[in-house]
């Protein structure tokens, strides 16, 4: 019994060490040792794994406690230094291997570790779940759109833990709503006094007080299923509308406990109205301290209202190199060059007339934006153009910062997105007829800062526009003063703003 009791532990002890030698074969062939890594754990072709302190241990003593021949082995091990470059270098000859020669900056960051400069706290944002952003726009032809886009351009830039839509409302109208229609209406009313509760002086005739009386009804009907798919389905963290359309409705899905996102509203009219004054809205990013003001006096707490200017493409930003741009449009740098917009004119033969008027005052280069009006486009691609002069015919533009760049004088209506485009260049303005309502407001607000003039009919403009070329010191004082209300970067800081408010 003793000899089959001996002979049955020396098989245990046997077992052992054959399942230690295999475990050793198998972690080489799994994982193969790396000299770089001293922090990690690796076994050797002779069945010896290494631990993380740089000693070894005999696979069969590992399992068994240790001890003896592999005590020391292990000790010898830890003791011995380091090999130098030298004798990486006869390591490397006398194996065929190439030794490469990393530099410390370049060789592998251990996992885990952080870039240089960064700390946890930057991280937060990307170890939640990333927050929503929806912005809501409107095709209204005031621009609304545009600094719903631009917004969402400068959303980009940031890198944060967000996804940000950007919408139409009038692309989310109820099933009995005609956009068209609602369009047609919403321009009405930008051109109406009464939609600031006043008239004007230059108003003649009827102030569109029934138009604004019978908006309340028309807003509580406007949205339906479209829109509440978008902001209670999709679950937005944060709304922001650069247009007061959807704000009644909001307020009424508020109201019934529906809808938990917060809403900010980013006001680019010069003036404020009642519809842009809602109890949804927790916070507004305004254009001046001017309107940071009437917000206040409508009851609106002061803390919630920043002050970012009107949000363009961040591309006016980055500076224009103005001698490339017009060699690239084949213009000479010698003569002013004058951008015209010439929406608000009229129909495409009075804007053609204009051009050629002002073509027939002085030597300049001429930058027409068509838009849609292709046969506009194509009739000044048939003029006729004096000595001197230089015409350039565009249609939808994607570098209008570079156009207005270059440019040392815009001819435009007085549309807030446009002319926010034109204080983020320094560019000085004629304004063209402006409407009652929102055009005039903003005209008024920029005449005061002396960068602006008004020309009331055609032959005022003529005269305004030879004037300027002809006399360029007048030019130089509104240049001047355009330069001073210069403000570019205001899509980065309401984009900055918003982030802090959703995180």
Same mark, same amino acid.
């Given at each position: 019994m003793a000899e089959k009791s001996s002979s049955d532990g020396g098989g245990e002890r046997r077992s052992r060490a054959r399942r230690g030698r295999g475990r050793g074969r198998s972690g080489d062939r799994s994982k193969a040792p790396s000299s770089s890594s001293p922090d990690d754990s690796s076994t050797a072709d002779d069945g010896t794994r290494f631990d993380p302190d740089g000693g070894a241990l005999e696979a069969a003593d590992a399992e068994g406690g240790g001890g003896g021949d592999s005590a020391r082995r292990s000790r010898r091990r830890r003791n011995r230094p380091a090999p130098g470059g030298s004798e990486?270098?006869?390591?490397?000859?006398?194996?065929?291997?190439?030794?490469?020669?990393i530099p410390s900056d370049r060789r592998p960051r251990r996992a885990g570790a952080l870039e240089p400069g960064l700390t946890l706290k930057d991280l937060l944002p990307f170890l939640r779940p990333p927050k929503t952003v929806l912005i809501l726009g409107?095709?209204?032809?005031?621009?609304?759109?545009?600094?719903?886009?631009a917004l969402h351009e400068a959303f980009k830039s940031v890198d944060r833990n967000?996804?940000?839509?950007?919408?139409?409302?009038?692309?989310?109208?109820?099933?009995?709503?005609?956009?068209?229609?609602?369009r047609l209406k919403l321009e009405g009313m930008a051109r109406s006094p009464a939609l600031f509760g006043e008239t004007?002086?230059?108003?003649e005739g009827p102030t569109g007080a029934e138009t604004v009386d019978g908006l309340g009804q028309l807003l509580t009907e406007l949205f339906g299923e479209k829109m509440d798919q978008m902001v209670l389905d999709k679950r937005p963290d944060q709304i922001v509308c650069t247009h007061w359309l959807p704000l009644v409705h909001l307020q009424a899905l508020k109201d019934a406990e529906r809808l938990n996102a917060g809403v900010c509203a980013v006001i680019s009219d010069p003036d404020l109205h009642?519809?842009?004054?809602?109890?949804?809205?927790s916070h507004y990013l305004v254009t001046d301290d001017g309107l940071k003001a009437r917000l206040q006096r409508a009851g609106v707490d002061p803390s919630t209202v920043t002050v970012t200017g009107t949000p363009v493409s961040p591309a006016f930003?980055?500076?224009?190199?103005? =001698?490339?741009?017009?060699? $690239?449009?084949?213009? #000479?740098g010698s003569a002013p060059t004058i951008l015209l917009r010439p929406g608000g004119i009229g129909a495409t033969e009075r804007i053609v007339e204009v051009v050629k008027s002002l073509l027939e005052l002085a030597s300049i280069n001429l930058l027409v934006v068509a838009g849609k009006n292709e046969r506009l486009r194509e009739e000044l691609g048939d003029l006729e153009v004096p000595q001197g002069c230089a015409l350039?015919?565009?249609?939808?533009?994607?570098?209008?910062?570079?156009?207005?760049?270059v440019s040392d004088l815009l001819i435009s209506r007085a549309s807030p997105h446009t002319m926010a485009e034109a204080c983020a260049a320094?560019?000085?303005?004629?304004?063209?007829?402006?409407?009652?309502?929102? =055009?005039?407001?903003?005209? $008024?607000?920029?005449? #005061?800062?002396?960068?602006v003039r008004k020309a009331y009919g055609e032959r005022d403009l003529e005269f305004l526009v030879a004037e300027l070329v002809k006399n360029r010191r007048y030019l130089r004082e509104m240049q001047e003063a355009a330069g001073k209300h210069r403000r570019s970067d205001a899509a980065h800081l309401a984009v900055d703003r918003l982030t802090r408010i959703v995180n």
């Open positions: 990486v270098e006869e390591l490397g000859a006398s194996t065929g291997i190439d030794v490469l020669d409107a095709s209204t032809g005031g621009g609304h759109n545009r600094t719903a886009a967000l996804i940000v839509r950007q919408h139409d409302c009038l692309d989310l109208l109820g099933p009995d709503q005609n956009p068209q229609d609602v004007f002086e230059t108003v009642e519809h842009w004054v809602s109890e949804v809205v930003a980055d500076g224009v190199d103005k =001698e490339f741009v017009l060699r $690239d449009l084949g213009l #000479r350039k015919a565009f249609g939808f533009v994607q570098n209008i910062h570079e156009l207005m760049g320094g560019l000085p303005a004629l304004l063209l007829r402006p409407s009652p309502g929102i =055009e005039e407001r903003m005209a $008024d607000h920029l005449m #005061r800062s002396g960068c």
